[in-house]
């Protein structure tokens, strides 16, 4: 993987987790405002960049890596966070259909921007290689 590649995967990675943190720590625990959207937004959220920023945290430290083995990664986080979520019914933290939804989106745009932004880029350079 160039460096440039890896630089985008850094920040990419660093600035999901980081925003998911943030608002799981942060922005929910003191919104008291009354607007739905809002409070569905701020639940869901964390789920969804916690799914970004961990889909390309193996191609970062593995290097290049084909679209199928990005979303076979892909597919075993996502399953990891709903498996997380369901766990919740049976526990004393709250279950939200909604955090399973947001991690899905979060999955399928991660393959794509994957597909549509690296992708070609790793094939070009070993196409040039070989």
Excluded: C
């Amino acid at each position: 993987m160039k460096a440039n590649n890896r630089i985008y995967f850094s920040i990419f990675v660093i600035v999901s987790i980081l925003l998911a943190t943030l608002i799981k720590l942060y922005f929910r625990p003191y919104y008291s405002g009354s607007n739905h959207f809002y409070k569905l937004l701020l639940g869901s959220l964390p789920n969804f960049f916690y799914v970004m920023g961990f889909s390309f945290i193996y191609p970062l430290f593995k290097g290049s890596i084909s679209f199928k083995q990005n979303v076979i990664v892909v597919f075993f986080i996502t399953l990891f966070f709903i498996a997380y979520e369901i766990e919740q019914l049976w526990t004393e933290r709250t279950f939200d259909y909604l955090d399973i939804i947001a991690s899905i989106i979060a999955a399928i745009i991660s393959i794509v921007l994957y597909k549509k932004l690296f992708s070609n880029r790793i094939e070009k350079s070993s196409n040039i290689i070989s």
